[in-house]
Structure formats: structure tokens, C-alpha cells
């Protein structure tokens, strides 16, 4: 079992920056690629950006490219996504997750099987 804790969600004024954290309990942290998505009232949850268990590989979705980053530190079980000249069309809440090395899509929802409980962006204009 794994589990998924999200910080670093808050308000910020368009244009500035957050970091937000994603830490793993349990000691298999590098056995999973890992996942951002957000979800914004009244819309599907979508995704933001993965990367690979080793962090050699990143997907980005188009809205995020040049914008987010995301990246890795297996040695403290924590994903980070850098999200920079945020817009008020980011406000969502953000979720992290983990998916299994199973060939699946980075890009699909239904390819993760551990999901944290999210934590709320709110990007003013």
C-alpha cells in the first residue's frame, strides 16, 4: 500500500509561482512513476505532468509546457511540481499519484493506482 500526502497548495496573485510536494509512505517510492493532475469545479480531473520512476523521462500536458516542471528526489520519496506564471486558469485542486511500471499511459487517470488527497491552488487575477 501507498500512500499519498500533497502540500504547498495556496492563493497567489497571477503570474507567481508555487511548489507544491508530494511525499510516499513505505519503501517503494522508485518502484512507481508518478503523476500530477488537477481537477477545477465542475470539470474532469486532468493531467498536468508525470515522470518516470528514474526521473530520466517527463510528460508534460500543452497548457503546462515551459510553465510547470516536475521532478523527483527517490531518496526522500517526494515528487515536486514547480509551477511558475501561474494564471487564474490553473485554480484547481492538485492532485499527486502513483502509477505502476506497467507500460500504461502517464497521461490517463485510470492508469494510477494510488492517489493522494489533493491540495488546493487558487490563483488570483
Known amino acids: 500500500q501507498v500512500q499519498l500526502v500533497e502540500s504547498g497548495g495556496g492563493l497567489v496573485q497571477a503570474g507567481g509561482s508555487l511548489r507544491l510536494s508530494c511525499t510516499s509512505s513505505?519503501?517503494?517510492?522508485?518502484?512507481?512513476?508518478m503523476g500530477w493532475f488537477r481537477q477545477a469545479p465542475g470539470k474532469e480531473r486532468e493531467f498536468v505532468a508525470a515522470i518516470s520512476w528514474s526521473g530520466s523521462s517527463t510528460y508534460y500536458a500543452d497548457f503546462d509546457k515551459g510553465r510547470f516542471t516536475i521532478s523527483r528526489d527517490n531518496a526522500k520519496n517526494t515528487v515536486y511540481l514547480q509551477m511558475n506564471s501561474l494564471k487564474p486558469a490553473d485554480t484547481a485542486v492538485y492532485y499527486c499519484?502513483?502509477?505502476?511500471?506497467?507500460?500504461?499511459?502517464?497521461?490517463?487517470?485510470?492508469?494510477?493506482?494510488?492517489w493522494g488527497q489533493g491540495t488546493q491552488v487558487t490563483v488570483s487575477s
Open positions: 499519484a502513483a502509477k505502476s511500471l506497467d507500460g500504461s499511459s502517464y497521461y490517463s487517470t485510470q492508469s494510477y493506482d494510488y
Open positions: 513505505g519503501r517503494t517510492f522508485s518502484s512507481y512513476a
